[in-house]
């Protein structure tokens, strides 16, 4: 079998070592158009598991790669003059010089065809058995068949800078740096004993501002160095670099590409590493992966009997693995590219939002170091501890379980319980058994107890069972209700969420379809005339006189929730109900996010005078519709303060089902996200909800400063019935 490999780097290399191993009657030929020792760049990281699959594949080359490797296992983040230390990381770096030196001395022994400078033209690939594009993330192959492999570039992420440095580290080391311009960070780990990788990176408006721009980088000659980004960068982080220079090796400012292609393998070419994928270099895994590819593709030419299978069973095995992994470093690659936002965080939040950005969960953090967990849960108590406690407990629980004061708001713990079946009404009027599904609800063990969408007008019903708060029947009832929850758990805040169902109204109840409009609907009003589904029925756009009545409707309801007992009062402004549908630019009739608001701020205002202090106010907010034209980031941060500086207190930021589009992710704690962006972006509290399961999930986010308090997603699916279980 005659085996060509376009490109001598990590997977090129690997995977000629493991062909020609497992069968050494293989002509395998590397074609390399630089010489041997002529590369970019400076270490590269492995952690734990890739070395264990690396001495499982291949023992000699591991063994000199693991003696040429630096160990190390703490990550440490440096922020404000602060270093916090993580253990539990296991993880090796080698140069990449080195490493490939490993790798062609290998493929030597094993007798592989080397041909270094020999570039390999894409429309010649001769007559080999098998091809394999191992030709980077620029390959000319890939790119000659590219309507068979659809390569697909995105440029997303900050602007870096690939550095090498003679500062001493024994961690993998975030340092974070605060120019005018905005924030920098560097990622350096050791490599060797004498050197470290230092790779800056900040956003592309703070790279711009800094004016990074000014030289840009078709200006320098090949390979030539950008000497002004290394001084700017040398001069940023003189501080932590302590005297010690920061170097360069064909280093200037990059944009981030991360590439996927629709097809890996065509006829007899397959794609390798950074030709097939790229995965952002914050989780460290480009190596790992280009290597894992080689292992991949070697093991389904052994095991197959021709070619055409093994590139089927190839990419049958890597492209979910290593789209999973792009997923996993997207992640990673948004959260350092707005660091913007989290450099005010605490140093103990800052890292342990850093150490959780790729999803490694509370608990798993805690079995890397539980030192680590127990200091960020004892700093999280201790600032959590009403005033004139004592400030720093001993024994903390996780986040979840500390107490929070929030808008005049004490509440036991940061754990919300939200539903909207604690009451069936007819006409409104919540039935009998609300008062033992309210107390139910508050005995849960969270800190508030939310009841949801209670409608403030009879047409502002979502369906004929949605209980209302516009009687003085309904505010009794309501009372009875919050007396016995605080019968059965005195020290719960209980909230009620307000809502007018707009476009959403008159549907038949949950359990006989989402949004299915009732035959005999009652007439609808909303921001516009759009009807929520193909099938609801048109509301009428509400007038001046409509749009009084029910700002009043609101503040009424919110008097009589106050009056009834409730610790606070929601105002849903999301989901596509009434407020929200002035809020969004997909169903309402503004453009300006401030005209937008306008009638929705007029309600919350309404209602705050209403309230006057007896109860606190948070909105139900929606911080994006999940589509296309609808809130952006920037509106809702915008909006969010603008109604804080108003007056309001808290935020329960949703997103989605403005339009039935708007379906949400469902990934684990998916809502988080959003949580993040008003949070921290508008400097107020919030309420993170989306798939947030238990406690320790709710840990997650709040140790890494995503929300202040998080709703438990529904116990239902766990124990069904629970809230008639007494
Ligand atoms: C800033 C930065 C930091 C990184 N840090 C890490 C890290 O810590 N850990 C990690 O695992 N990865 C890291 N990476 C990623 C890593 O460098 C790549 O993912 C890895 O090198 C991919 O290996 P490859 O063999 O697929 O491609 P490459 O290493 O790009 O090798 C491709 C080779 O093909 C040759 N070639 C191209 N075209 C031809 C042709 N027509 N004929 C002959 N030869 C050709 C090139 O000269 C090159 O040598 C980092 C990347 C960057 C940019």
Redesign the pocket.
């Known amino acids: 079998m005659r085996i060509t490999t376009?490109?001598?780097?990590?997977?090129?290399l690997y995977a000629a070592i493991l062909l020609k191993r497992g069968d050494p009657t293989r002509h395998v030929t590397v074609?390399?158009?630089?010489a041997p020792d002529d590369?970019f760049?400076w270490?590269?990281?492995?952690s734990a598991a890739t070395l264990a699959e690396l001495e499982d594949t291949d023992a000699i080359s591991y063994d000199r790669l693991l003696r040429a490797c630096a160990r190390w296992d703490p990550v440490d983040v440096e922020h404000r003059g602060r270093v916090v230390r993580a253990l539990g990381n296991r993880f090796a770096?080698i140069s990449?010089k080195r490493l490939l030196q490993i790798l062609q001395e290998r493929c030597g022994e094993l007798g592989v065809d080397l041909r270094f400078e020999?570039?390999?033209d894409?429309t010649d690939l001769g007559g080999a058995d098998l091809v394999l594009a191992?030709?980077?993330?620029n390959?000319?192959?890939r790119d000659q068949y590219a309507d068979v492999f659809a390569p697909r570039r995105r440029v997303e992420g900050g602007r870096?800078i690939?550095l090498g440095t003679t500062r001493r580290y024994d961690a993998f080391t975030f340092v974070f740096a605060e120019h005018e311009a905005g924030v920098f960070q560097a990622h350096a780990y050791p490599y060797d004993t004498e050197l470290a990788?230092f790779?800056v990176e900040c956003a592309p408006e703070v790279w711009q501002r800094a004016g990074l721009d000014t030289r840009a980088a078709g200006e320098l000659a090949p390979g030539e160095s950008d000497p002004h980004a290394i001084k700017f960068c040398e001069e940023l982080f003189a501080d932590h670099l302590g005297g010690h220079p920061l170097m360069g090796n064909y280093s200037r400012w990059?944009e981030w590409t991360t590439l996927s292609n629709r097809a890996w393998h065509h006829d007899r070419l397959a794609l390798?590493?950074?030709?097939a994928h790229?995965a952002h270099?914050s989780i460290?895994?480009?190596?790992?992966?280009?290597m894992e590819d080689a292992i991949a593709l070697a093991r389904a030419v052994d095991t197959t009997t021709d070619v055409a299978s093994a590139l089927v069973a190839y990419e049958a095995e890597r492209k979910p693995v290593v789209e999973r992994m792009q997923e996993v470093a997207r992640e990673s690659l948004q959260w350092f590219s707005r660091t913007d936002r989290y450099v005010h965080l605490p140093t103990p939040q800052l890292a342990f939002g850093l150490l959780a950005r790729s999803r490694l969960t509370y608990e798993r953090i805690r079995q890397r170091d539980p030192t680590f967990v127990t200091a960020v849960d004892r700093w999280f108590a201790a600032r959590s501890q009403p005033r004139g406690e004592p400030t720093a407990p001993t024994a903390a629980p996780p986040p979840a379980f500390a107490p929070a004061r929030i808008a005049g708001l004490g509440l036991g713990n940061r754990m919300v319980l939200a539903s909207e079946e604690v009451a069936t009404g007819r006409d409104g009027q919540p039935d009998e058994a609300t008062p033992t599904r309210l107390a139910a609800l508050a005995a849960g063990g969270a800190g508030l107890a939310l009841v949801e969408r209670v409608a403030v007008t009879p047409e502002g019903r979502i369906t004929p069972e949605t209980p209302g708060c516009y009687t003085d029947e309904q505010e009794a009832a309501w009372r009875d209700a919050r007396a016995a929850a605080r019968e059965r758990a005195d020290d719960v805040a209980v909230g009620m969420q307000l809502v007018h169902a707009g476009a959403r109204g008159a549907t038949r109840p949950r359990r006989e379809g989402v949004d299915v409009p009732l035959r005999d609907a009652w007439p609808l009003v909303a921001a516009s005339s759009r009807p929520y589904t193909p099938r609801s029925p048109a509301p009428t756009p509400l007038d001046a006189e409509g749009r009084v009545r029910v700002r009043e409707a609101f503040a009424d309801a919110a008097r009589r929730a106050a009056h009834a007992g409730f610790d606070l009062v929601e105002v849903h402004l999301g989901h596509g109900f009434l407020l929200g549908g002035y809020w969004s630019p997909l169903t309402g009739d503004a453009d300006d996010w401030r005209d937008r608001l306008a009638y929705p701020g007029e309600v919350v205002a309404a209602v705050l005078e209403a309230l006057d202090g007896a109860a606190t106010l948070s909105v139900c907010w929606s911080a994006s519709d999940l589509e296309r034209g609808g809130t952006s980031p920037e509106d809702a941060v915008a909006g969010a303060r603008t109604l804080a500086d108003a007056g309001v207190g808290l935020f329960n930021v949703v997103a989605g089902q403005t339009t039935p589009r708007g379906a949400p992710g469902y990934e684990p704690h998916w809502g988080a996200g959003w949580s993040d962006l008003i949070r921290n972006e508008a400097g107020v509290p919030t309420i993170a909800s989306g798939a947030i399961r238990d406690p320790l999930d709710a840990s997650h986010v709040l140790a890494g400063g995503q929300a202040d308090l998080c709703v438990l997603g529904r116990p239902h699916p766990a124990v069904p019935g629970w809230a008639h279980d007494l």
């Open positions: 376009v490109g001598g780097g990590p997977a090129g074609y390399e158009r630089n590369t760049g270490g590269v990281v492995f770096a990449r020999t570039e390999v894409p191992a030709d980077g993330i390959s000319r192959v870096f690939w990788t790779i990059l390798l590493g950074d030709a790229t270099f460290g895994s480009g190596t790992k992966l280009a």
